[in-house]
């Protein structure tokens, strides 16, 4: 029969080895937490710092300094020269035609003299530009946007002494 010093022995083996177990259980249940929150943390750090450097680093010019560069263009007065309407046309299969009245913006007090000299070949540059149009290419705003874009190109090839700022369509009809 076991001793009282025997017994007392097993029952502290076997309570050493529940307090083990009890503490590697309370361990990893505080391990856990610290895992969870380091894998939440790390993408919310990261996340805020590249906030914080993306903000500091893209930098807006000052609204002061936006406001003078339009005050720069705006300054320059600019002059109108409206030309007769064009009636052309149009590249394609069919019976499709475009009437447009243009407007040019140009840059400078006289420059709408020093383009009323200029006339006849920018109306034929244009009209050459406006032939080579198809129907679909000058219905839509960006082709329509785009031919101002070839047109301003076109006449500030052929004009000197000013600069076409501008190409506003003032009638615009395409069938």
């Known amino acids: 029969m076991p001793t009282k010093k025997a017994k007392a022995k097993g029952k502290g083996k076997k ?9 590697q259980a309370e361990g ?3 391990k856990l937490p610290i895992k969870l929150m380091a894998f939440a943390l790390v993408p919310l750090l990261l996340g805020g710092g590249g906030f914080v450097a ?15 560069e339009v005050e720069e263009e ?13 009636v052309v046309n149009l590249k394609g299969s069919g019976r499709r035609f475009l009437k447009v009245s243009i407007t040019l913006a140009l840059e400078g007090a006289k420059g709408a003299e020093l383009a009323q000299k200029e006339v006849p070949p920018i109306r034929n540059a244009i009209l050459l530009l406006l032939t080579n149009k198809r129907f679909e290419e000058v219905t839509t705003l960006e082709g329509k946007r785009k031919l101002q874009e070839e047109i301003l190109a076109k006449v500030n090839d052929i004009i000197e002494g000013t600069q076409v700022r501008e190409v506003y369509f003032t009638k615009f009809i395409a069938q």
């Open 74 to 86: 705006e300054k320059v007065p600019l002059s109108y020269l409206p030309l007769e309407p064009f």
């Open 28 to 30: 990893v249940k505080k």
């Open 15 to 23: 309570e050493g080895a529940k307090k083990k177990k009890k503490q």
């Open 54 to 68: 993306w903000k500091k680093l893209i930098k807006k010019p000052p609204a002061e300094e936006q406001e003078q």
